[in-house]
Nanobody, 126 residues
Framework: VQLVESGGGLVQAGGSLRLSCTAS????????MGWLRQAPGKEREFVAV????????YYADSVKGRFTLSRDNAKNTVYLQMNSLQPEDTAVYYC????????????????????WGQGAQVTVSS
């Protein structure tokens, strides 16, 4: 499955951006789809996922209440709406797809994902 990301850019602190990720194939109900990010000099970290079978979402504590994940089943697309952005949100954001329903304790492990997008730069200025 190929994942194509769009969105991202430069925004001032407190602003909003939306990322989208479209899969090249129909996403099976058993899949997990979400976002991870990597800031300069830091390890990649989990941001948010949606479990495709029921649409439940799960967020990292650092983005909970500010970021919202949604989907369009017909378009095989997920959206990450990012509000109240802060400089510490600056990173390259990667869309990722796992061919299984990942448990929460596995969400931050990159090796558990089977497909990755090309990455989208998000820069938040103070």
């Amino acid at each position: 499955v190929q994942l194509v990301e769009s969105g991202g850019g430069l925004v001032q602190a407190g602003g909003s951006l939306r990322l989208s990720c479209t899969a090249s194939e129909v996403i099976a109900s058993s899949y997990t789809m979400g976002w991870l990010r990597q800031a300069p000099g830091k390890e990649r970290e989990f941001v948010a996922v949606i479990w495709w079978n029921n649409g439940d979402t799960y967020y990292a504590d650092s983005v909970k209440g500010r970021f919202t994940l949604s989907r369009d089943n017909a378009k095989n697309t997920v959206y990450l709406q990012m509000n109240s952005l802060q400089p510490e949100d600056t990173a390259v954001y990667y869309c990722a797809l796992a061919n299984t329903r990942l448990k929460t304790e596995w969400l931050g492990v990159g090796e558990n994902y089977d497909s990755w997008g090309q990455g989208a730069q998000v820069t938040v200025s103070s």
